[in-house]
């Protein structure tokens, strides 16, 4: 039986049927990784990860018989995926299966935040309502939403405004060809055209900070910034200073830069809705993400090709003609332009 090393916390019906075909060595949180890593490190073959957790180029060095790593997750930032594919390692995710989910809590963000749904239920709870009346909130239809990455999801979101009457405008990395829905050349352009902007980026190094303190100026102070993505791709202490001085109206956040861990600031907000990271969290979900890892591993080690490989992300100048991880895939130039002005390369919407 192959050995796997499972490095992030995954549904136990995964973990037991994949148990069932291979020997899986739990390095969640190892006491002496070192020795763990002697003893069985020559041995393991495949790298069970998530979205929070993937092995860095140290673990990924460490292990010369690795062939998959295979992430419990669409986006890939918390892997070293360069190095592995480098190696000639197949790194694989779970795209599709949780997009409808995710876009859903994105679409409920859109109707809490403005509509103060969060704030509404504390107000009740708290006994506020027996003395007082809540302030208003504003009317969601007619609102302009700003899709900062328009892959999937950000479409999935898109097509979901539009039932309730919002204007829909997006930046991405590439022309998007016929959709019926504006786009803007840089973050900047899109952000001031928008009264609601939500981040629906890829992760990583190349999207770290990408809302900053002038794009939270040019939303302003009647719009809202929300969140279902990455937390690092918001600048969070630009972001807290900006809702301290209502340079922004409020925020919606499933994602945390730091997460588990979330600023206090945020916590006594209360124009900020805050969910731990749940917009895959449902039975069905997780279940479908669960098997498409499992489906993936056993293709790989049936000799087949995997189901959901994660595209080559290695530069195209480095790459030439080579075939790597599974996939001929060359990466895509990505131009998501900080501040409208500078382009840069990464990757874009999941
Ligand atoms: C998961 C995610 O919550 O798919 C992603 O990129 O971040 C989430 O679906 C995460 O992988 C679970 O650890």
Known sequence: MPDLLQIAMLPPDLIERLGRDFTIHDFIDPKNPEQVLNEIGPRIRGILASGIRGPQADLIGRLGQLEIIASFSVGFDATDVATAQRRGVIVTHTPEVLTGDVADLAMAFILMAPRRIGEAERFLRTGSWRHRRM?????VKGQRLGILGLGRIG?????RAVVFGIHVNYHDIKPMGDLPYRS??????LAE??????VACEGGAATRGLVDTKVLEALGPNGFLINTARGTIVDQSALITALKDGRIAGAALDVFDGEPRVPAELMEMDNVVLTPHIASSTHETRRAMG???Y???????????VLTPVPSQILTNELGSRHVAGTTTAPRDCTLRRGGSVDFRGRHSV
């Open 155 to 159: 479409k999935a979101v898109a097509r």
């Open 184 to 189: 803007y050349p840089s973050i900047m352009d």
């Open 291 to 293: 098997d498409l890892v």
């Open 295 to 305: 489906d993936n591993i056993r293709a790989h080690f049936d000799g087949k090709p």
């Open 193 to 198: 055209a928008s009264d609601m902007l939500l």
């Open 135 to 139: 302030d208003l909130g504003t009317t």
